[in-house]
């Protein structure tokens, strides 16, 4: 089931130089939110916070109220987190269907001994994980690569199997870092209907690292720019090109001033 995710005044430094400051935001459950700016303004850092491979200087981040912010990556998926990354780390040696299980393992029950005895339990949960790797791989257009190797799949294809990965976990709130990033056109409508199946579904909040603006159109309910480490506005994806503090921050005051 979808979550609520709520930023209050998220501040990052590392030693004297401030990357984030005093950044804050709510997404609603089931909604997709996507995080724009120029480069450098502050977007990767502050998913890096979000998903706990940074510990914000202050401030709160919180799922359905439950503070995650001072949680290590590897504790994420308990508080239903899960994110997608710009350049997918996979085991490339590994078929596209064990790469995918990985992002299951949190579910499975018990400890390293009941799964050391391949215990009946043990071995239901895991061909149950498999069924539903196998069907999530269909969805997304990728079952006929199951049992290839990794390696032998395209950059737009290894998204894929990165989503899939994600999705195994069943995430409340999903993190997407620039999955347009790479993609052909076709591969970009692909996702496109994917992200759309799933707030259709409603049971996944979406937030969305991505320069596309076209992607951000399609997809987003609303939209936060950052600038230089802070919020510049908030609202819908028009509101934000049409804002002439997002046009200067990207292409400068001369364009800004010619759109207002």
Known sequence: MAARLTLEGVSLHFGGVQVLQDVGFDVDPGTVLGLV?????????????????????????????????????????RHGLARTFQHPALQLEASVLDNVL???????????????????????????????????????????????????????????????????????????????AGLSAGEVDAFIATVRSLRAAGEVTVVIVEHHMGVISALTDHVVVLDHGRKLMEGTAAEAQSDPRVIEAYLGKDAADDAA
Request: charged share 20%; net charge neutral; hydrophobic share 40%.
């Open 37 to 77: 700016g120029p480069n450098g303004a502050g977007k990767t850092s502050l998913f890096n916070c979000i998903s706990g491979h940074y510990v914000p200087s202050s401030g709160s981040i919180r799922i359905d109220g439950a503070e995650i912010s001072r949680t290590p990556p590897a504790g994420m998926s």
């Open 102 to 180: 990985l992002g299951g393992h949190a579910r499975l029950p018990g400890g390293p001994g009941p799964w050391a005895l391949r215990l009946p339990p043990m071995v239901r949960s895991e061909r149950s994980l498999r069924v539903e790797a196998l069907r999530l791989l269909e969805e997304l257009g990728l079952g006929w690569a199951a049992w290839l190797p990794a390696d032998e799949l395209s950059h737009g294809l290894h998204k894929g199997i990165e989503l899939c990965r994600a999705l195994l976990s069943r995430p409340q709130v999903l993190l997407l870092d620039e999955p347009a």
